[in-house]
């Protein structure tokens, strides 16, 4: 257990030291974050949909309290740009909107008030249902009150105006991400992939700097030297995560969301599993340069595909062979849903892949004479 | 320290190792006794390396059974281990600690902690003379100044048996002497070494019994005076001349007696049988191919003559 100790703290002490690895795993995301953060703040920004004004036939065959109640409504909607037009003579109102001559046809009778509308302007017929939806509403109270107080209809029929009618909801307008926060999710992913990199040199730096003999000729057993290298490895990169994570957070502002211990967890099991590959690639290739070629491949690709540099579409299944959008997307249900649970397939996948990297090392590795 | 006589620190019976159909080590035996310099002398691909890593537990024999101090180094692997400290040919250290953490590091993987690792860490940098550089980086140091630091990371331990592979491999002379005073002090304090090197010189000056290794075998085993007794009917005869251009060895190497004919330089170096005078002959052969003779010297004998006689290369082959 000491000896796992001491090649731990050697394996922290040497990292700590290293100015290149500090640079290439703690600024190189920091700098990505910021440029790309800002140079596509653009591509970012929500989109606003402008809706001119909507123009709605109407058919008035009621003579009721309803029939009157609705040319009131006709005047005040009027106001928030919804424009009512009778349907006079032979003009067919279903037609009408079947033609997209109109938004929306309605028909008024004492038995109520139907409505036409066309699923090809489903925005403009959501908001004459709503606004419809809030008229007929109100005008059931009306009648409730009626029954106890017909003094007090008047009053509750006057209280309606245009904007009690329409009720604006934002639709996640503050809970979707910007450039800065998107990237910060995106460039922490890819670096904790990076520590693939380190994991294919694990062994092999040892075994080149020669050291690897001298570990192996003392009295410490291979598992603990495994162990060892690989504890230090796996905390080392988390660290730099956390200081990412971290610094987008406290100096670019970025949302990392409320569940901060979530969203670790995916990321170290995203470092558990590049670490893994890493070495399992290195004890499956034999030769540090080509666990090296093989791993960066596959972190640029799995970067690109994965939306390290562009924000992509989740519901194709390429982006999905990349680990990067496992985590990237579990990661941004956690922040901008509340949806804990959408990290659970993340930490799942990192973990598996974890296991049978780490068993094809394991077994590699204690079959080896050497390192 | 108290020196117990007739104990055997490495006894190796029968070991063999093979990688594929190549024979590495073959069937070699030895007993290396408490408080000797022990001498393995082999040219490259001798197989002494290969002995050296399995003896070190970096190997495993296919055959044959290794014993450190008594006891069965595979079934006391961890016994074997602490009593062991390997130098290694090429330098075993990390260019990013500093010679302290170097030495602290591997002596802690040995079970030392606390005062105890210290005051031994201090002790073996003191002992190879980096105490004053003892917070400095090796990638600041010169090569004799790693190597000293590669030999105190394998003592601060103290072993019973070091290993010492080419310790002095490119180093500076004022270094050399310093490690060759320091494995003579190791041994003085107790330490059984085993000690490998391509310097015949160094191996002569400080080993006390020597084993010549060729082919994963021990050809010849003993001190030095006994392996020169060996090879008393052989002699040595170098002839310098003004230019060996267009001398043809053949014309030499047919002499009667002559067994090895070698060109360093403008020193032709002829290996003879002793009982045959045919110092004319050569002589003669020289002069009609047309060498002029500078110096001519017969060679005293050295185990340089005793390897090449035995194995019939040189030890840098």
């Excluded at chain 2, 190792?17 to 691909?45: H, Q, R, T, Y």
């Excluded at chain 2, 953490?101 to 073996?124: P, Q, S």
């Excluded at chain 2, 090895?260 to 020193?267: C, H, K, L, R, T």
């Excluded at chain 2, 049988?273 to 047309?290: C, H, P, Y």
């Amino acid at each position: 257990m000491l000896n796992i100790v001491n090649i731990f703290l050697k394996e922290l002490k040497q990292t700590f030291r290293d100015f290149r690895m500090f640079v290439f795993m703690i600024a190189f995301p920091i700098v990505f974050m910021l440029v790309l953060g800002m140079a596509l703040s653009n591509a970012f920004s929500t989109s606003k949909i402008s809706i001119d004004n909507i123009h709605v036939l109407y058919k008035n065959l009621g003579n009721n309290q309803l029939a009157q109640s609705f040319e009131t409504l006709k005047k005040e909607t009027a106001k928030s740009g919804i424009q009512f037009k009778e349907a006079t003579g032979n003009v067919d109102g279903k037609k009408a909107v079947k033609q997209n001559n109109v938004d929306g046809y309605v028909e008024i009778s004492n038995n109520g008030i139907k409505l036409y509308e066309s699923d090809r302007n489903s925005i403009e017929g959501n908001i004459i249902q709503g606004m419809l939806t809030a008229f007929v509403d109100k005008y059931n109270v009306a009648m409730s009150v009626a029954k106890v107080d017909p003094s007090k209809v008047n009053m509750v029929l006057a209280s309606n105006h245009s904007k009690q009618y329409i009720k604006e909801t934002s639709l996640h307008a503050a809970k979707s991400p910007g450039a800065m926060d998107y990237y910060a999710i995106a460039m922490t992913a890819m670096i904790a992939f990076y520590a693939a990199l380190n994991g294919t040199s694990l062994m092999n730096t040892e075994i080149a700097r020669k050291t690897g003999d001298r570990l192996l000729v003392s009295p410490a057993r291979k598992s603990e030297i495994f162990l060892g290298k690989v504890l230090g490895s796996i905390t080392i990169n988390f660290i730099f995560i956390v200081i990412v994570v971290l610094f987008s957070k406290f100096v670019f502002k970025a949302n990392w969301g409320d569940h901060l211990g979530v969203i670790f967890l995916v990321l170290l099991t995203e470092v558990l599993m590049a670490v893994s590959f890493g070495l399992g690639v290195s004890y499956i290739t034999k030769t540090g340069g080509a666990a090296r070629t093989i791993v960066m491949i596959v972190i640029q690709i799995a970067s690109f595909i994965g939306g390290a540099y562009f924000k992509i579409d989740y519901a194709g299944n390429i982006p999905k062979l990349s680990p990067l959008s496992w985590v990237i997307e579990g990661i941004t249900k956690v922040i901008y849903a509340n949806d804990l649970g959408a990290a659970i397939p993340s930490i799942i996948l990192n973990i598996g892949i974890t296991l049978i990297m780490m068993l094809i090392a394991v077994v590699s590795f204690q079959r080896r004479e050497g390192l | 320290m108290e020196r117990r006589k007739n104990v055997n620190v490495l006894e190796i019976k029968n070991l063999t190792k093979k990688f594929g159909d190549f024979i590495a080590v073959d069937n070699m035996s030895l007993k290396i006794e408490e408080g000797e310099i022990f001498g393995f002398l082999g040219a490259n691909g001798a197989g002494k390396s290969t002995t050296i890593n399995m003896i070190s537990g970096l190997l495993r024999s296919n055959e044959g059974v290794i014993n450190i101090l008594g006891k069965n180094a595979v079934k006391h692997n961890r016994f074997a281990k602490m009593n062991i400290g390997i130098v290694p040919q090429d330098l075993a250290i990390y260019e990013d600690l500093t010679a302290y953490e170097n030495v602290r590091f591997f002596a802690g993987l040995y079970g030392l902690r606390g005062a105890v690792l210290d005051a031994r860490v201090k002790e073996a940098l003191a002992f190879v003379g980096l105490s004053d550089k003892h917070k400095n980086y090796p990638k600041n140091f010169s090569g004799g100044m790693k190597r000293r630091l590669n030999i105190a990371c394998a003592i601060a331990h103290r072993p019973k048996l070091i290993i010492m592979d080419e310790p002095t491999v490119g180093i500076d002379p004022q270094s050399r002497n310093y490690i060759l005073n320091s494995v003579r002090k190791l041994n003085e304090m107790g330490s059984t070494i085993i000690y490998t090197s391509h310097y015949m010189e160094e191996v002569e000056e400080i080993c006390t019994r020597i084993a010549i290794v060729d082919h994963g075998q021990i050809i010849a085993e003993g001190t030095k005076e006994q392996l020169k007794s060996i090879i008393t009917n052989t002699k040595d005869i170098w002839i310098e001349v003004k230019s060996t251009e267009g001398l043809d060895l053949n014309t030499l190497q047919a002499i009667n007696g002559v067994e090895a004919v070698q060109i360093e330089e403008n020193v032709i170096k002829i290996h003879s049988d002793a009982g045959v005078n045919n110092l004319n002959k050569i002589i003669e052969q020289l002069i009609k191919n047309g060498a002029e003779i500078r110096s001519l010297e017969e060679q005293e004998l050295n185990l340089e003559t005793v390897f090449l006689t035995l194995t019939g290369r040189n030890l840098r082959d």
